[in-house]
């Protein structure tokens, strides 16, 4: 089976391009803003705190996502100012929206003196089926695709947007695909642990949300060939992943004694 972009242009209105990538993404936060609004409202609190933080953490999100894409792309950004604000072709980072919406729940979180985790779990499950859906937006740019892949199902690249390594390959790994169902895989999990516990136990649902993303980033970033900057000569997006996979096993770990010695006072 051989998967193929049409194109980045759903279609033009009065003259301007409108791009799929910005279709799906708008798809995605809306899918994401429901699902959470829905966990919070069944879990926690029958309040619309998370509709009314919704657009703030949209635009952070997009902001630190965006800044985090052109401080690693700093050299080409640098000459190309003008395409700073030019989002709507991709180029949005995902450990980047992370850092700024952490920042901007932890500052909201202290002033209305509300659990932080208990923020944090309805929205990650919300981003968790957004991220499923967003990373289609990957195939109709032709981007984020992996090595050269001559499989039962592989992506047609078309010449131009070839690395020039593989200039003379024209499949790959359809590693938007993978990333789209493995992390379908992680909101469906999510889904479970949270009707299960009936939403108890939020800090372990964050930290187990960031474990598994962390675990499949980076089986991702092996099989991809768009990687921009290395540390250590692996793509700074699998060092990133590493820390966050330690940092988020710490707070399993942690909120698992946490429900343990609850159960054991009670």
Do not use: K, W
């Given at each position: 089976m051989i998967l193929s972009s049409p194109g980045n242009v759903a279609f033009e209105f009065f003259g301007l391009p409108i791009y799929f990538y910005g279709i799906i993404m708008a798809c995605a936060v809306l899918a994401g803003v429901f699902v959470a609004f829905w966990a919070w409202k069944k879990y926690y609190t029958q309040d619309s705190m998370i509709l009314d933080l919704a657009p703030w953490l949209i635009i952070t999100g997009i902001f630190g996502a965006r800044v985090y894409y052109c401080l690693l792309n700093f050299h080409y950004y640098a000459e190309h100012?003008?395409?700073?604000?030019?989002?709507?072709?991709?180029?949005?980072s995902i450990h980047g929206m992370f850092l700024a919406c952490l920042v901007f729940l932890i500052i909201f979180a202290r002033c209305k003196k509300i659990s932080l985790w208990k923020l944090s779990a309805p929205m990650l499950l919300g981003v968790s089926i957004a991220q499923s859906i967003g990373r289609w937006g990957n195939f109709f740019n032709s981007e984020a695709f992996g090595k050269p892949f001559d499989g039962f199902l592989k992506l047609y690249i078309a010449p131009q947007?070839?690395?020039?390594?593989?200039a003379d390959c024209e499949y790959f790994h359809p590693a938007f695909l993978w990333e789209s169902l493995l992390d379908l895989a992680i909101f469906v999990v999510l889904f479970l642990i949270m009707k299960k516990t009936n939403g108890k136990n939020p800090l372990f649902i964050t930290s187990l949300y960031f474990f598994m993303y962390s675990v499949v980033r980076i089986l991702i970033?092996?099989?991809?060939?768009?990687?921009?900057f290395?540390?250590?000569?692996?793509?700074?997006?699998t060092v990133v992943s590493i820390a966050?996979?330690?940092?988020?096993?710490?707070?399993?770990?942690?909120?698992?004694?946490?429900?343990r010695s609850s159960l054991h006072n009670e």
């Open positions: 100012l003008n395409e700073i604000f030019n989002v709507r072709q991709g180029g949005l947007y070839r690395p020039p390594e593989f970033e092996s099989i991809r060939t768009d990687s921009i290395y540390v250590f000569n692996l793509p700074v997006a966050i996979m330690f940092i988020s096993l710490s707070g399993i770990l942690y909120s698992v004694i946490l429900c």
